[in-house]
């Protein structure tokens, strides 16, 4: 059974920045994409970023230009680079590694807190 360890989230005040870090517990393939995913209190989870094994990426409108999602292709991590932080963005953030045969790693959540 695969893990993702997720690290990084905290609190943090509006306008500041916090890097996420999902590395697998042990050895796998390369995921065909990584993803970062939130959930805050009565939301649905909503997507956040995505990047493809060749690296292109996709974020949500509502964290275009502040957040950036990278990898480490050789560790099997990935990064979360959230800056500009708004109180809107307090959520519990998973992520998620996606396989070529289809199957899905979540990481158990960061809890991330932005106070105004």
């Known amino acids: 059974q695969v893990q993702l360890v997720e690290s990084g989230g905290g609190l943090v005040q509006a306008g500041g920045s916090l890097r996420l870090s999902c590395a697998a517990s042990?050895?796998?393939?390369?995921?065909?994409?990584m993803g970062w995913y939130r959930q805050a209190p009565g939301n649905e989870r909503e997507l956040v970023a995505t990047?493809?094994?060749?690296?292109?990426?996709n974020y949500a409108d509502s964290v275009k230009g502040r957040f950036t999602i990278s990898r480490d292709t050789v560790k099997n991590t990935a990064y979360l680079q959230m800056n500009s932080l708004k109180p809107e963005d307090t959520a519990i953030y998973y992520c998620?590694?996606?396989?070529?045969?289809?199957?899905?790693?979540w990481g158990q959540g960061t809890q991330v807190t932005v106070s105004s």
């Open positions: 998620n590694f996606r396989m070529y045969s289809g199957n899905d790693y």
């Open positions: 042990r050895s796998i393939l390369w995921p065909n994409s």
């Open positions: 990047i493809t094994r060749g690296g292109i990426t």
